[in-house]
C-alpha cells in the first residue's frame, strides 16, 4: 500500500508527500549541510566507537551485563572514578531506526557525565529484523526496571535517546511500571531528534525490516497516548531536541511532540540546537565544553525545582515556548538541499 493511497485528513503534511519526498523527509544522512550522506553516516559511527573504545578503557565498567534472559539483552554500566553509594543515572538507548547500531558503539557522552559524577549505562535491544517493536519497548522497559532494582538507592533515573532510541525512551512516559514490581526514579528524559508517531515510517522503506502495521505503529506512538498518562513523579522533565539541519519532517515530529506534553501535565521543554544535523546533536556529546553535557555543581538542583536556566543540557531543562517556524525552515533547507544536490 503506498502512503498516497490512503484517503486523508488535509493537516498532516507528510499525508501530502510523494513517496520519494516522504523517503528523503525520513532519512537524516541526506539533510546534514557539513558531509554528504555515507560520510555523515560514517563519521557518526567512528565517534561512537572510538568514544566506546576510550570509555571502555579509562572508566571503571561494568560490560555486557544481563538485565534479561535474551542473548541481546544486555548493557553496559560506566561509572564515575569516586565510588558513591547513591548516584545519580543516566541511560542510554541508541538510534538506527530500529535496525542498526549497538550498545558497542554507543558509549557517546560516558567520558562528560562520569566526569561529573554520573553513572551512564548504555543499553541494547534487539533490532530488526530480531527484534519487533513491541518487543523492543518491552526490552527498554526491563532494563529500565533492572536498572532501579540493582542501584535502589540511585539519585535519579535519566532517559536519553536518539532517533528511533528517543522514540523508545518516550515510550517509557507511557510504561506500566506495577507489572515490572518496579517504580523507577525517574526524574528527566532526553529526547534527541525523535520520532514519536510512527506512521509515516510505515511508507518508507525503513518499514522493509520493520514490518510495522498501522496497528503497530499506533500502538508505539506515544504522540497519540502521553496527553492521556499522568507523570508518575510531577517533578520529572522532559526535554524535547531536534537539530536546526534536522528535516522538516523531524522538527514536525518533535514540536507537536512537545505540545502534547504540554497539553497534559508533563514538565517539558523544547530547544532546536543550532548549527547541527542529525549526528552531530550525538557526535556533540562527546565533548566536556558542550552545552548539553553541562552537569553543574548540583546537578539534580534544576529537577527539584529551579524552573529557568540560561541555556539547556542533558541533566538541566529550559522553559521554551515559541514554535519553530519548521515550515518556514523547510523551505530553506530544501532549496539549500537542492543547491548541495545540484553542485555534486
Ligand atoms: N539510514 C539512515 C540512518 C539513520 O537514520 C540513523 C543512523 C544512525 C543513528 C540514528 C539514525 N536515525 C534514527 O534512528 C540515514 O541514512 O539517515
Known sequence: MAFSDVGLPGEVPWKKMSAEELESQYCPSQWGVRLRAEEALRTYSQIGIEATRRARATRKSLLHVPYGDGEGEKLDIYFPDEAAEALPFFLFFHGGYWQSGSKDESAFMVDPLTAQGVAVVIVAYDI?????LDQMVDQVTRSVAFVQKRYPSNEGIYL??????????????????TKHGVTPNLKGFFLMSGVFDLEPIMYTSQNVALQLTLEDAQRNSPQLKVAQVQPVDPTCRVLV??????????????????????????????????????????????????????VGPHPWQPFRGRQHRSCCSLLDVQTRSSRPAWSTWRNSVSTKNTKKVSQM
Open 241 to 294: 531536541v531536534v537539530g536546526q539541519f534536522d528535516s522538516p519532517e523531524f522538527h514536525r515530529q518533535s514540536w507537536e511532540f512537545y505540545q502534547t506534553l504540554c497539553q497534559g501535565e508533563w514538565k517539558a521543554s523544547f530547544e532546536q540546537l543550532h548549527d547541527m544535523d542529525h549526528f552531530e546533536i550525538v557526535e556533540n556529546l562527546t565533548q566536556k565544553d558542550n552545552v548539553l553535557t553541562q
Open 128 to 132: 530488526a529484523p530480531k527484534g519487533t
Open 160 to 177: 536519553c535517546g536518539h532517533s528511533a532510541g528517543a522514540h523508545l525512551a518516550a515510550m517509557m512516559l507511557l510504561a506500566n511500571w
